[in-house]
């Protein structure tokens, strides 16, 4: 008769649950960053000669 270790799934479900943490982690910075991206993007193609009028605009990507 085969013995169970009943800590086997524990730990593996221990581990599997820091990856899905690690996951969630690297995809918040992914979007962070492309929202950075996308921030200095619009400076960058404003045509308004109000450097501030474009800061205002722009700083709604990052919200």
Known sequence: ME??????NLISRNQLDEWRHFEQ?????TIENEKLNDYYECLIECDSLNQHEC?????RLLM
């Not at 982690?25 to 910075?29: E, F, L, N, R, S």
């Not at 800061?55 to 700083?59: A, G, N, Q, T």
């Open 25 to 29: 982690t690297v995809d918040d910075m």
């Open 55 to 59: 800061k205002r605009v722009c700083k």
């Open 3 to 8: 013995v169970i270790d009943p800590m086997h």
